[in-house]
């Protein structure tokens, strides 16, 4: 007889899976190319910007989304990772730090890390509307103590350094925009993978355990408390890193950067962008990034805006855009989009009128409340308003009520269209499994 034996290794073939690599390569194709596509200044310091958002909300999304984790303090590690980092940053200027300025966000990166380990193990004692509490009163407690320790937070005025300093190495200086960004963008291409890779390990797995079945999990033998503190650490080591990335780009940190607007503005564009789909924080971090430098230098009202778009995403999308645009790429592998684009198109259209509507009425109460000094007149998406002419008001408001009759019209329309559509996918995915069995 044959005999097998026990010791002899298994060999299993895993095939190159190509579509993953295509997308990393794509992201880092778009990374490498943006600043070229892109070559003013405000443009680069725009792509700068969004690399550090987009390892910030990442790692916010490991509590959020894979943990099931609501943090109110996030902005406390990102924040404390900047200060350490201009501190490293000054040390290294004056000669008392031999540190290259490349290596300069890893010290934020320690730093957050030091200060996840610290504030966590109490903050990850509890979890659901506990844990957020402490996360929120973890973030005001830092907060107050950046007015109460200028040496340290800088007072007011912040903490200020110079990026330019060292030996250059191979004609790198980081004082053009453009070398800090390509720093950003390696560190951004970096971090993203060594999350990917996190949410295929034994801990990311077990980490969706512990968000969907804690009890299961403490049954089968983890401690759920061990497995969120581990995941609050990592999440405080990348968020560090985007923070002492913000330091090196900005060459200077105030305490703004631990308040709980900057906390806030991370859950909002992370729920924005998609929690439940890894991509979604990367949507989020480049709309974030747009609101508050474009939308902001356009409008007075940007977060009355901002609220509308996040009660409306609440309303029909409340999985953020990465689930939208996962539904309709399913539309797609099934041949079924092509059914639905005369209807996006009168969604897109309608919703747009009625969205003007609004727009205009809340410039207007802006302009009334705000700028009366510089008279009735107002300049809106090129149509000249008075703000005292009962025209501008009307037409206005009959914008904005017909735009929402009509759209939710096409909606109901259009939801009927949409679960056809899906019947008939379904339909075809029960005919393929008859015909593979």
Not at 111 to 134: D, P
Not at 156 to 161: K, L, P
Not at 176 to 194: D, G, H, K, N, R
């Amino acid at each position: 007889m044959h005999h097998t034996s026990e010791n002899q290794p298994n060999f299993h073939f895993k095939p190159w899976n190509v579509g993953r690599i295509l997308i990393w390569g794509l992201y880092a194709l778009v990374l490498l190319v943006a600043p070229l596509l892109w070559t003013s200044s405000f443009a680069q310091t725009m792509l700068s910007q969004m690399g550090i958002a987009i390892i910030v909300c990442l790692a916010y999304n490991i509590l959020l989304g894979q943990g099931g984790m609501l943090s109110f303090g996030h902005a406390v590690y990102s924040g404390l990772g900047s200060f350490l980092a201009i501190h490293a940053l000054n040390k290294v200027g004056a000669g008392t730090l031999g540190l290259p300025v490349s290596l300069v966000p890893l010290v934020g990166g320690l730093g957050g890390l030091a200060f996840a380990a610290l504030l966590g193990y109490v903050s990850t004692k509890k979890a659901g509307t506990t844990f957020a509490m402490i996360t929120l009163g973890v973030s005001e407690l830092v907060w107050s103590m950046s007015l109460m320790l200028p040496e340290f937070f800088g007072g007011e005025g912040g903490v200020s350094a110079n990026r330019v300093v060292g030996e250059k190495v191979l004609g790198i200086s980081f004082g053009p925009q453009i070398q800090v960004y390509y720093l950003i963008a390696i560190y951004c291409f970096i971090c993203t993978v060594a999350m990917f890779a996190l949410t295929r390990t034994p801990l990311g797995r077990i980490l969706n355990a512990v968000r969907d079945n804690p009890e299961r999990v403490e049954f089968i033998g983890y401690s759920t408390r061990r497995v969120r503190y581990l995941a609050f650490m990592i999440s405080g080591f990348f968020a560090g890193i985007s923070g002492g990335l913000a330091a090196v780009n900005f060459e200077i940190v105030t305490a703004e950067v631990v308040g709980a607007a900057r906390s806030g503005a991370y859950l909002l564009f992370v729920f924005l962008g998609g929690a439940t789909f890894f991509f979604g924080p990367i949507l989020g971090a480049v709309l974030m990034v747009i609101a508050l430098v474009l939308l902001s230098e356009l409008t007075k009202a940007w977060l009355l805006y901002l609220g509308l778009v996040f009660l409306l995403m609440v309303m029909y999308a409340p999985g953020g855009l990465a689930s939208l645009l996962m539904m309709n790429l399913r539309l797609a592998a099934f041949g079924k989009l092509r059914r639905l684009w005369v209807a996006y198109l009168a969604l897109g259209g309608i919703g747009l009128a009625a969205l003007t509507g609004v727009a205009a009425m809340i410039e207007m109460l802006y302009h009334m409340q705000l700028n009366a000094a510089l008279g009735p007149q107002l300049k809106f998406m090129g149509a000249q308003l008075n703000t005292h002419g009962v025209d501008s008001w009307a037409g206005a408001i009959f914008l904005t009520l017909t735009g929402a009759a009509l759209f939710e019209l096409t909606r109901r329309h259009f939801q009927a269209q949409w679960g056809e559509i899906q019947e008939d996918i379904e339909k075809e995915i029960k005919r393929r499994e008859a015909i593979s069995t």
